[in-house]
Every structure is written in C-alpha cells, then in structure tokens.
C-alpha cells in the first residue's frame, strides 16, 4: 500500500534534486567571441569535487574547460539560485539538443549525445558533448587487480617488526587459513567473495583491533563530526569510533592502526571559502601541516610513512587533498575513482550515506513484495555532471515501465513520492553525478531496491569482502541506450535472488547510535583492518 494521499504517477512535479549531493553546483558560462574562450564562474558553497584534470570523464551540464582534448560547453539561463518547479509532460518543454560532432583521438572517442531536458521559457538551449573513455576499468579487472598479492614498498615496511606488526603478521596469516565455513547465522554466503575468510578476518579485528586516536587538530575541522547530509559517512564514523572503548587505546605503542580525525567536508566548508582554486591549495597545505605536526610529535608516523595510519573522508574533494600529504595511508573514501586516486587493496571505498534523521537512521526501511513492484526502473535527480542528462535523453517519457525523471523539489510531499518510487521499483538506477559516487546506492539497498550502477571506474563499498554482482547489476555508461533491453534481459528468478540478496547485505549498510555486530561502523573499520593486515608482510 502506498503512504496515504500519494499517489505514483509520471507526472509528479519535478524541480529541485530532493537529495543534499545535489545541492552542490558550479555554473560556467561560456561565450566564444573572436576564437576565444571568456569564463566567468559561480560557486556556491557546497562546490563541487575537483578541477583537475579528469582521466575517464567528460564534461558537466554546465562546465566548460579549454583545454587539450576538451571541448567547450554552452550553458546558458540555468538557475541555481531560485529552482523552478519543472513538469514531466508540460506542453511548454524547451528541448535542448547537441550538435552532432565525433572526433577521432588515439585513445578517446567523442560522442554526441542529444539531451532533452524539460523546462519552461526562461530556459534556453544546452549542448553537451561527453567524452566517453573507451577503455574503463571494468568490474572483472577491479577484481584481478584486488587479488593480486598487495606488495609494500620498502619505503613503508617498518625498519623494525613491533609486537603489533607481529600481531598483524599472525592474523593474516590465520585469514589465508581460515577454516571453511559454509553456514553461518545471519550471514549470506552468496553476498561475500569468501565467507570463512570474512569471518575469522572480523572476529580477529573483534578480539585483536586497538586504534589510537591523535588528539592534536582544532575544531570544527578535527574531532567535530557532522550526522547530517551527503558526506554523513565520516561524520558517523568518528562520532561512534572517539566514543568506542573496546578499540581505542590511549597509549599509541599499544595500536595497530591510528585513526586522523578530521572531517573533509567541515575542512572544506572551514577554510577555502569560495575562491575554489586557491581554496584546494590552503586545505592541502593545512593538512600537510598537520602531519608534519603529528610526524614531530610522535615517532609512529615516521616509522612506516603513514601505512598503518587511516582517514575516513567523503568530500568529493578527499582524495586530491590526500594524495600527497597522506599517500601511503588507507584512505576510506566515498571518491572511490580507481581511474584517477583511489588505489585498490590500499584504499577502501566508504558508502555514501544520507541521513535524514540523526535520531532515527533507519527511518522508512524497506518495501515492497517483488510481487507488487509494477516499475521496471527508476531514477530521480538533479542534473549534475555529464551522465544524468544523457539518461534522461534516452529514457525520459519513454517507456512506461521506466520511471526517470529530473530533479524534484525538496518538499516534505515530494521526498514521500521519492520513497515510494524506490519501493515500488525494480531497479534504482544509481548514476553518478559530479564524480563516481551517489548515495543512491545505499538508497536502493535501504528500501530493497535492486541497484543498477552507471559510474565507470566506480569501485562499490567494502568491494575487498562483497560479490557485488550478487545484489547489484552494473552498466557502463556508453550502455546507456540499451539499459531497458539490459535489464528486461535478466531472469525472473535471477531478480529474485538479487533482491533476496539485496536483504541479506542491508544490515552491513545500516548505522546505529549504538554500533552492533557487523554494522556499517564496523564495516568500515574491518575494511581499513582487512587492507592493513594484507599489506603487512609475513617472514
């Protein structure tokens, strides 16, 4: 049954993204006058990740760089400051084409793609021309390069073994000798890559894990978490792992691994203001500082360059800001871009979770019966980055059974019809937006909606223990035309496995106030356990 008064009908208003990841924007204009470029830019706070430069993907709704191999982007009259509410089938509906333009390179392939987007007369028309990278990192090759035996440098092994390197010596070894488990209570063996090894790795971090927590660092950047909004992964996280007694030590010779608690999003919002270039510089500077502060004070960081030190981080900007500063540390980062600074076996990916109710993160869990979910798929959002405009050229009032729509106001009516779509669908397409990551993953698994991800190079949540291809489906973004086709091709019954499945994981993506037993809090830590133990080298 629907919530009462709703009612799920393509027609619902559609105007600004009901989701925090898209109230981030940047908009360029770009004019050419005399065979130049002339840019003028307007950032809000809440800018987007990165302008450096992009190794797999192309070019945003409304960004234009004038660089080698980039072509320029015409945006005009889109408004960030007073969102129009837009409808789905207004008669009124500006259409917005691209011109048709392929250039051949060496390695990339320009494709147009005509974008149709609804709007009303105060919009004017949008080209957009995507870069497709012919030549992603697929899911097959993610899982090669994770099983390859992770090798330190010798710039990282510590000049001498301590007790706790011993210690971590000795549980890799028992993880790569773990007795087979075939069953186990409240586990899923479909879901994990080897379940016997994942549980002696977690029951080994249970007993064994002590994490010491530098105290140096000044609020609101260090030791101040946020619960609230897109990047409330991190913020979740060093609130619940500061108030852990089983793990935290205070003596740091007693730690395996030492946790950096600052908040990537507070450090953003803190210190670079809206000059969004030097913005980057004075936060990587600031945590260089930092750093240096902790190398000099303590002798830990020194003694294997950072490897047995972490971060969690989901500010889009989190892995330029490390990159450096912090290169050999395990970086849990929601950015989890394997085509440009996310390194596998050494970084984790950390979910993107948006919480709406710090009092009750569980709030609205669940849906449907398969039985009763009539939508094939379905996708709302705002049009952030180069893929959404072009899914909704391709599948936007054109089937039916495929319910993908724009962005959608931020009224409290409008986030129940959202709910209610990813509970009577499916398939919840989870298309990247500005980078690789969109918390529509760990939507669509809250409400028992299979996910269907578009983000090349994305390298999905706790990837190092999850068979992915149990509960999500995967499609390149060059696939988009055929998405309908891909996804009437599976099996009735392979649908209903993976959503079967889909279940049997939603307790691993699940905060709680007070952690339990093999919740995301702890997921999380075993993940930069898991990638630590596996680095260590055994004699």
Avoid at 26 to 51: C, G, H, P, V
Avoid at 121 to 134: G, R
Avoid at 137 to 156: D, E, F, G, K, W
Avoid at 393 to 415: L, T
Wanted: proline share 6%; with cysteine; charged share 25%.
């Amino acid at each position: 049954m629907l919530e009462k008064n709703l009612t799920l009908d393509e027609n619902f208003p559609v105007g600004t993204d009901r989701n925090a990841e898209d109230i981030s924007v940047q908009e360029k204009t770009i004019d050419f006058r005399n065979d130049s470029l002339q840019k003028t830019e307007k950032t809000d706070e809440s800018y987007k990740a990165d302008n450096g430069p992009k190794t797999s993907s192309g070019l945003t709704v409304s960004e234009g760089r004038n660089e080698a191999g980039i072509v320029p982007v015409v945006s005009q009259g889109i408004s960030t400051e007073s969102p129009e509410t837009l409808n789905a089938d207004s008669k009124g509906n500006v259409k917005q084409t691209t011109e048709t333009q392929i250039e051949h390179q060496k390695t990339e392939l320009w494709q147009p793609v005509p974008v149709t987007l609804n709007g009303n007369s105060t919009m004017t028309s949008i080209s957009i021309l995507k870069k497709w990278n012919p030549r992603p990192t697929s899911l097959s090759q993610m899982n090669a390069l994770l099983l390859r035996i992770p090798v330190s440098s010798p710039s990282m092994s510590p000049r001498r073994y301590s007790t706790r390197d011993r210690e971590l010596q000795s549980a890799k070894l028992e993880i790569e000798n773990a007795p087979i488990i075939r069953n186990n209570p409240g586990l899923s063996a479909s879901v994990f890559r080897n379940l016997s090894k994942f549980i002696r790795s977690y029951d080994l971090m249970d007993h064994m894990l002590k994490v010491y927590i530098y105290k140096e660092g000044e609020k609101p950047v260090f030791h101040q978490p946020l619960m609230r909004g897109i990047y409330a992964s991190e913020g979740w996280f060093m609130k619940l792992v500061e108030g852990n007694k089983k793990f935290v030590v205070r003596d740091p010779k007693k730690a395996h691994l030492f946790y950096l608690p600052f908040d990537s999003h507070m450090l953003r919002l803190t210190l670079s203001g809206q000059n969004v270039k030097n913005g980057k510089k004075v936060l990587e500077k600031y945590l260089k500082s930092y750093v240096g502060l902790i190398a000099r004070k303590y002798s830990f960081w020194n003694r294997t360059e950072g490897a047995d030190h972490f971060l969690v981080a989901c500010h889009d900007w989190a892995p330029k800001l490390t990159k450096q500063c912090m290169k050999n540390c395990i970086r849990s980062l929601c950015n989890a871009n394997v085509g440009r600074d996310f390194k596998i076996g050494k970084d984790t990916s950390l979910p993107v979770t948006y919480i709406r109710s710090v009092e009750n993160p569980l709030q609205d869990l669940g849906g449907k019966p398969a039985s009763e979910r009539s939508i094939l798929a379905f996708f709302a959002g705002g049009m952030h980055g180069y893929l959404r405009p072009i899914l909704l050229h391709y599948w936007e009032n054109k089937e039916p059974d495929m319910k993908i729509f724009g962005p959608m106001p931020h009224d409290i009516e409008s986030k129940k019809i959202y709910r209610e779509y990813m509970k009577s669908s499916k398939y919840c397409i989870c298309a990247r937006g500005y980078e690789v990551h969109t918390p529509r993953v760990v939507e669509a698994i809250f409400y028992e909606c299979v996910p269907v991800i578009i983000s090349d190079n994305y390298m999905p949540p706790f990837f190092e223990v999850f068979n992915w291809e149990a509960f999500a489906v995967f499609v390149q973004e060059k696939d988009i035309p055929n998405l309908r086709d891909i996804l009437l091709s599976i099996p009735e019954e392979k649908y209903l496995t993976m959503m079967s499945s889909v279940k049997m994981v939603q307790q691993h993506f699940f905060w709680h106030k007070k952690p339990v037993k093999y919740d995301l809090f702890h997921m999380i830590l075993h993940s930069v356990w898991y990638n630590r133990v596996l680095q260590i080298k055994t004699r």
